[in-house]
């Protein structure tokens, strides 16, 4: 399967200036674990919750002060959006990643994957699987 199905949801993307305490509000309405940072419309960086938590509340520095740029991891491990789930899922494992932007040409975000997203889709297969393998089966009398 091709990983343009996981580019259905709206991209969540900030700048590199935006400071934390906004980056986390757009994260709490989406209801999202990260965000892409974004200049120009190309990608640049990505933003965890797990970044908030040990960059800016671990090293006790101000939300409203610190901008995504202070803090991001720059130049993230991305997939071109024509690749499929394994090739996915080779970069996660090797790059020990949970979240990954999905990209056209190098820099243009046209979604991101999750670790989670991948949880459901495989759950959602092996479903399938199973049903089609349930209905091949003889029954028997009761």
Do not use: W
Not at 30 to 49: A, F, Q, R, W, Y
């Amino acid at each position: 399967m091709s990983l343009r199905n996981f580019c259905r949801k709206p991209l969540i993307s900030v700048s590199p200036e935006t400071n934390i305490t906004e980056a986390c509000r757009l994260m709490e309405q989406n209801n999202v674990g990260c965000v892409v940072v974004e200049t120009s419309g190309k990608l640049c960086g990505i933003l965890t919750d797990r970044d908030i938590a040990l960059r800016v509340a671990g090293a006790e520095k101000e939300p409203g002060k610190t901008t995504v740029r202070e803090i991001m991891t720059p130049d993230p491990i991305r997939v071109f959006a024509d690749r499929d789930i394994q090739h996915l899922t080779s970069l996660m494992r090797t790059y020990h990643v949970r979240r990954v932007p999905i990209v056209e040409g190098f820099d243009t975000t046209v979604g991101i994957v999750t670790l989670d997203d991948l949880m459901a889709q495989v759950g959602s297969e092996i479903s399938e699987i199973s049903r089609a393998i349930a209905e091949d089966l003889p029954q028997e009398n009761a």
